[in-house]
């Protein structure tokens, strides 16, 4: 008995030790049977509203909203450069857009009273003398703090269920994951709120003058860092994905993904997203002054084994792990990428997506210098990623499609796992975009899917994928092409598509300014952009035409289609227009409403000739005028 008596009193002794003592092995269960049951009820919430979504949606909506949007478009149909997009009457609405004003004010207001709460709770422990250096709050506190975090998950779910649109849903392990970013011990940013406002209210606490001026830093750096990290984008995403962790969650669609994860892969997911840069770079900010003042605080005040685990080694340990594993572990994340941008593009979540663009490609300035020291491989210029990001996506597929059936037309034999240099350029050109990431030059366009440099010659049904795919993406609305060579026809197969695809500047420029380059409207796209251009009156505002060789019968054709469009901006500067192709613009102009602005230098018009002449006469009495660049 004795015996009995001296092994547990000495277990006793070990885990107080380390903080868990009686009262702590009376509330684990209690904490636990929260988190139990919070995940049980918000499934069952997400699930409910899932299947009474799924429910509701008609058969024929089902057939004709792809997961996501554009799947259905198949090999055949682009083989003659045209993408049949869905009408009108047929698609289903497009999503409100989740803009990054809207999140902001969210992770902002749910922040302020998480801040609120704990400051609440450690004043409290200060106040009756309960706070201590072994386990920081009262358990009792630790239950409520759980309490109100588990309240805020399900009220999401339900905020979430009631208003999900129909045909979406979510998968069976939403609320899971969404638990472990939101609530999860050294996961959430919740529980480093925490811990940092424990830390100050340490300090506060001691008799040591010089330790309150300590606190009270700690708690002023804490609110600061975090104001300063909602004013970007980039790290919205992060803090979003923790205070509003079920409002971030991806819906799918009525139609299952290319391919589901497998549990090992959802693991892996979970682990990448705290190991990313962009959280590598948060605790780094927010970690190294709070643990500098808790060396200051541990060599004043003394040893205190909460103090050194939450402020010195857990946060060396994330940051050490981040750093030298995640490069390795993106590699096999390429089909939760593809699913997680399908279903934000979806949605039309644009914080979701820039989350993504922060995972995949940002990278700090020394990490990079000194991953290359070491001999690593940059993980932003994995192009085998990407690849098989593309290859996994519903969204980008039509676009990998169109480019292997224009090879298998021309007789290239293909085989199975081939990687084709200008597919893989287009694809990251678009995942780019579409994630809001600053492109090759450092241009941070976060609204413009641009292409630079490519042979697009006989691509016609490629132009028309990635007109389709800019057409998707909501906070896309405009498109570049610059520096690339094309025919006619594929000039053609692009404008066929234009009236659907809601742009607001489209650019199409030849390749050479010198040599003004071998790209040509023709025609065959001239008719073809007439014919488009008085459906875009809703939408397109800035057309750029440059270095394509438009001569005079494609000017003649454009000419036509002034009177019925609503652009207000159009150059076509660096062409061949001649007398003829400026007198038909000027007699075309006389009947146009909305043109502001005219470019039409660099072309074949003499300084004071009739057709010139013409041109400016028909802007000054235009009314109101057009200005005129020549």
Known sequence: ??????????????????????????????????????????????????????????????????????????????????????????SAPSPVPVSSQRRFRQVLAVFS?????????????IADSTLSKETGLLWE??????????????????????????????????????????????????????????????????TKVGLHVVGWLSWVYLIIFHLCLMCSDRFVADLAASHLSVFSIATIGTSSPKSKLSWSEKLKVLIAKQLTPTKRWMLLVENVPQAGLAVIYLAVEGGSV????????VPAAQVLVSFFMFPRLQRGLAKSYAQRLDSAITDGDRTLAHKLGCERYFFSVAEAKLFYRLGFELHFDNEDLDWNIANESRLLEPLIDARFTQLSDNGHVLVEGDVDPLALSICRQCLMSAMLVADADGIHNTNVLRWYSEDLRGQGGLLAA???????????????????????????????????????????????????????????GAKALAHALPDTSHS??????????????????????????????????FNDIEDAGALALAGGLQ?????????????????????????????EKRQPPVRLDC
Request: charged share 15%; with cysteine; proline share 4%.
């Open 540 to 573: 397109l505002e800035a057309l750029v035409l440059n270095f394509l060789h438009i001569g005079d019968a494609e000017a003649v054709i454009l000419a036509g289609a002034l009177p019925s469009s609503h652009i207000t901006y159009l150059n076509l500067s």
């Open 141 to 206: 506190s630790y239950v409520l703090l759980l309490s109100a975090a588990c309240l805020w998950m399900l009220a999401q779910a339900s905020v979430a269920a009631f208003v999900l649109e129909s045909g979406r849903g979510y998968p069976p392990t939403a609320f899971a994951e969404a638990m472990f970013s939101g609530v999860c011990p050294f996961v959430s940013d919740s529980f480093d709120t925490l811990k940092d406002v424990l830390f100050g209210g340490l300090c506060l606490q001691s």
């Open 466 to 524: 990635g007109l389709n795919f800019a057409s998707q993406v909501l906070w896309i609305d405009q498109l570049d092409i610059i520096d690339c060579e094309l025919e006619a026809e594929d000039a053609a197969a692009l404008f066929r598509n234009l009236a659907s695809a809601k742009l607001r500047h489209l650019s199409l420029r030849g390749p050479d300014p010198e040599n003004r380059g071998s790209a040509r409207l023709g025609q065959a």
């Open 113 to 125: 009273c998480t801040v609120g709460l704990c400051m609440g709770v450690t004043v409290a422990g």
């Open 591 to 619: 009947q146009n409403e909305t043109l502001q602005r005219l470019f039409i230098g660099r072309n074949k018009l003499e300084h004071r000739g009739e057709g010139l002449s013409a041109l400016r006469d028909a802007c």
């Open 1 to 90: 008995m004795n015996s009995s008596n001296a092994t547990e009193s000495h277990v006793d002794d070990v885990l107080q030790m380390v903080g868990i003592d009686r009262r702590a092995q009376e509330h684990l269960p209690v904490l636990a049977g929260i988190a139990g049951s919070t995940l049980v009820l918000g499934t069952a919430i997400l699930q409910i509203a899932t299947w009474r979504s799924f429910r509701r949606t008609p058969p024929e909506r089902a057939r004709l909203e792809p997961d996501p949007v554009g799947a259905t478009t198949t090999g055949a149909g682009i083989s003659d450069g045209h993408l049949t997009m869905p009408s009108t009457q047929q």
């Open 306 to 313: 909460l103090v050194g685990l939450l402020n010195l080694g």
